[in-house]
């Protein structure tokens, strides 16, 4: 900010150099023609204002850069922006009007060139003439010379009327146009400058403490001289306005009044022409080769041009007081007009660029709240890449020396199987051993399965006689409550039959019918633990027996053949097998083991593991 205001301070005080070189060739132009007292004083005035204007802005720039803020300094440096643009439009539109101007003074050049020509011309003829002596009207030669002398005071009118006119657009176009914008910017600047530091002065002013009574009065005088130093600045822009517009308001009646020289040259030059013709054609005419009629038809069209020249400039001296009265007076209600909108605009664009400003600084504090955060994501993640990366080249290394084992491991098997038994069972083939093996394994296993099913069936028909003899328990005890019913009864005699005695009477003859269905049911299942048949539950239980001691003899017989096969094997062979079973077990481990690790793995890299389903019983 510091920088840029600087920066600032300085494109402003190179500004006011160029400024103060413009306003010295102005006086140094301005003092070279005579121009009357009054503009004299303008520009004293003018030259003034800008000095004490610009002391005002050192004690400003001084108090600014004790008392500044980063806000407001934005906001100027944004504001000189704008002013700078509009300056530059303003440097364009000059530039323009210059140009136009160049293109209007190389227009005359050539229109003064083909006089001067023209001129020239008219004498070469003239002498021509005088050297032939033609002599033939002296009449018309008298006249001719009254016409030569009228001709030389409208030329001499002409010349006086173009000084003017060069005079005026110096005086108009130059420093009207260069001079007086250059100064109304500046002063426009100079206002808009003072405007801010009022503000900031009433800004101020209310923070500050009154410590004593003397220092009250000195703001309030401050903002009379500031109001005073505004209304004269307002007036002198009302008055560089006013200027501005004559001499706007001139531009045309000089374009009109070159319109009116090319018509004149052109009129010249056609008069040449005809009298050129005639004088190749008629000799008799005078010295000019021109006949009375048109002569006089030329001049009075110089008179008429010269006369209405003439009215123009006094109708415009005359109507130039009171419409500047009137223009002066609309210009004043403009200018309050623009005062008041300039002032709401200035504090709308304050707030704006205060919130703006705002939000752009908490957009920026998010924005390097999330950079941060991110970057901390993006070493975090760093981190957990080259974790990832230890961890997958050590877990290679060791899946290599697994693979290494693994292979050893098949080796020492294979060495192992390949090996030759001992001295006894050398003369046994090798592969006989294996397929011997592998027909006791399965019938291990097919005699294991028939056994457990053998064992399930005895389970079945343990469980079905442990209901059985729950069923004569619970026999046994309704019979023992009947029968102590009955000796209830044989113990109370009957004396007479009443509806009581009828009562107990149906109750014991109910139950002696219930005893004796109890005691049939006793029998039978007795009996149903004998050999007679009494139903197809208990043939089917007897047929099952059967069939599983069937069995069960059968396998004992099986299992004793096994065993003296078994005899005649040679121990060595049974030891091998355990070192084979031992060999089998740790190599199932191990793999287990790097199955675990290698779905592990898998699972941290995000690849589906293909692992062969091997049976391992």
């Not at 800008?50 to 600014?64: D, F, H, M, V």
């Not at 001499?247 to 018509?263: F, G, S, T, W, Y």
């Not at 290394?397 to 697994?402: D, G, P, Q």
């Not at 779905?599 to 589906?608: D, N, P, Q």
Request: proline residues 2%.
């Amino acid at each position: 900010m510091q920088r840029r205001l600087q920066a600032d301070k300085d494109e402003r005080e190179q500004e006011n150099l160029q400024l103060k070189q413009q306003v010295k060739r102005l006086t140094s132009a301005m003092q070279n023609q005579p121009e009357p007292d009054e503009r004299v004083q303008s520009v004293e005035n003018l030259q003034n204002k800008i000095r004490r204007l610009e002391s005002e802005l050192q004690k400003t720039s001084e108090l600014k850069e004790n008392h500044g803020k980063n806000k407001e300094g934005v906001v100027r440096w944004e504001e000189s922006k704008k002013w700078q643009a509009k300056v530059e439009k303003v440097k364009n539109l000059l530039k323009e009007k210059e140009r136009e101007n160049e293109s209007l003074s190389k227009q005359l050049s050539t229109l003064r060139d083909l006089y001067s020509r023209l001129e020239q011309e008219k004498g070469a003829l003239q002498k021509k003439l005088r050297a032939r002596g033609v002599t033939a009207d002296q009449v018309v030669g008298v006249r001719f010379t009254e016409l030569e002398k009228e001709m030389e005071e409208l030329k001499k009118k002409n010349s006086e009327l173009e000084t003017e006119l060069a005079s005026i657009r110096q005086h108009q176009a130059v420093p009207r146009d260069d001079a007086m914008e250059s100064l109304m910017l500046r002063n426009n600047i100079l206002q808009d400058r003072v405007h801010a530091l009022e503000a900031q002065i009433t800004k101020e002013s209310p923070s500050r403490p009154s410590t004593s009574g003397r220092g009250t009065g000195t703001p309030s005088q401050r903002d009379h001289d500031l109001s005073k130093e505004n209304l004269r600045l307002a007036s002198e822009n009302l008055e560089l306005r006013f200027q501005l517009e004559q001499a706007n308001m001139d531009l045309p009646r000089l374009k009109n009044q070159v319109a009116d020289l090319k018509e004149m040259c052109s009129a010249l030059k056609k008069d040449k022409s005809k009298s050129e013709k005639k004088l190749a054609h008629i000799r008799g005419a005078g010295q000019s080769g021109k006949t009375v009629p048109e002569l006089e038809k030329t001049i009075g069209l110089m008179k008429k041009v010269v006369e209405r020249v003439e009215k123009e400039n006094e109708a415009l001296k005359k109507s130039s007081g009171a419409a500047t009265r009137d223009k002066v007076a609309a210009l004043e209600k403009e200018k309050e007009k623009l005062k008041s909108d300039y002032e709401t605009l200035k504090r709308q664009g304050e707030a704006e660029l205060s919130s703006k400003l705002e939000s752009k600084v908490k957009g920026l504090e998010k924005i390097v709240m999330e950079n941060e955060r991110l970057r901390k994501d993006i070493k975090q993640e760093v981190e957990a890449a080259e974790k990832l990366r230890v961890e997958k080249t050590s877990l290679e290394v060791t899946k290599e020396a697994l693979e290494t084992e693994l292979e050893e491991t098949k080796e020492r098997l294979q060495a192992a199987l390949s090996k030759p038994l001992t001295e006894a069972a050398a003369d046994r083939k090798s592969s006989k051993t294996s397929v011997v093996t592998r027909m006791f394994e399965n019938k291990m296993k097919e005699l294991e399965k028939e056994l457990s099913q053998k064992t399930s069936s005895l389970s079945e028909l343990k469980q079905q006689l442990r209901d059985g003899k729950e069923r004569e328990e619970k026999a046994h005890a309704i019979i023992r409550q009947l029968e102590d019913q009955v000796d209830t009864f044989r113990k109370f005699p009957v004396t007479a039959k009443s509806s009581a005695d009828v009562h107990t009477d149906s109750q014991t003859a109910r139950l002696e019918t219930q005893k004796g269905e109890s005691s049939r049911k006793l029998s039978q299942e007795v009996k149903s633990g004998g050999a007679q048949p009494s139903g197809p539950d208990h043939r089917k239980l007897q047929n099952l027996l059967r069939e599983a001691e069937a069995e069960k003899t059968r396998l004992r017989s099986e299992v004793q053949k096994l065993k003296k096969e078994l005899q005649n094997f040679d121990p060595a062979f049974f030891e091998e097998l355990e070192d084979l079973k031992y060999n089998y077990n740790v190599e199932l481990k191990k793999n287990f083991l790097l199955e675990e690790q290698l779905k592990k793995l898998c699972e941290r890299f995000g690849v589906k593991a293909d692992i062969p389903s091997v049976s391992m019983t």
